[in-house]
C-alpha cells in the first residue's frame, strides 16, 4: 500500500482543486509551455470551438517563427506540437471534425477559424 505523501493521482485529489489550483499556478510561474497547456485545458472545458482557436493561434504563431531552432529547442517544440495534436484528436476532431480538419493549415486563408 502506497504512503500518503507518495506522489499519485489520488493522493493528489486528497489536496483538493483550491490548492491544486493554486500549486499549478505556482509551478506554471516563468514557464510558457506550462501556461500554453493549461490555457489549451481551459479552453477545452469551454467549447471545442475555444479549443479550436486556441490551437489555430499557436499553429499560426509556430509557423511565423523564423528563430533557429537548436538541438536544445527541438524537444520542447515538438512536446508542444503533440500537445497541439492530441488537443485536435482528443477533442476537436470529435465535437467537429470540419474545425479539426481546419486546423491543419490555420495559416491559410480557406480556414473557418478566423
Known amino acids: 500500500m502506497a504512503s500518503k505523501s507518495t506522489l499519485n493521482?489520488?493522493?493528489l485529489e486528497a489536496l483538493g482543486a483550491e490548492r491544486l489550483a493554486e500549486l499549478l499556478m505556482?509551478?506554471?510561474a516563468g514557464d510558457a509551455a506550462a501556461k500554453r497547456r493549461l490555457r489549451l485545458e481551459l479552453a477545452g472545458t469551454q467549447s471545442p470551438g475555444?479549443?479550436?482557436k486556441e490551437v489555430c493561434e499557436r499553429l499560426t504563431t509556430i509557423?511565423?517563427?523564423r528563430s533557429f531552432?537548436?538541438?536544445?529547442?527541438?524537444?520542447?517544440?515538438?512536446s508542444d506540437l503533440d500537445a497541439q495534436r492530441?488537443?485536435?484528436?482528443?477533442t476537436v476532431a470529435k465535437a467537429d471534425p470540419r474545425d479539426a480538419l481546419d486546423l491543419d493549415l490555420p495559416w491559410e486563408s480557406s480556414s473557418?477559424?478566423?
Open 112 to 114: 473557418s477559424l478566423k
Open 63 to 65: 509557423a511565423r517563427s
Open 50 to 52: 475555444d479549443l479550436a
Open 9 to 11: 493521482a489520488k493522493n
Open 26 to 28: 505556482e509551478l506554471s
Open 86 to 90: 492530441r488537443a485536435i484528436v482528443e
Open 69 to 78: 531552432l537548436d538541438w536544445q529547442g527541438v524537444r520542447p517544440l515538438a
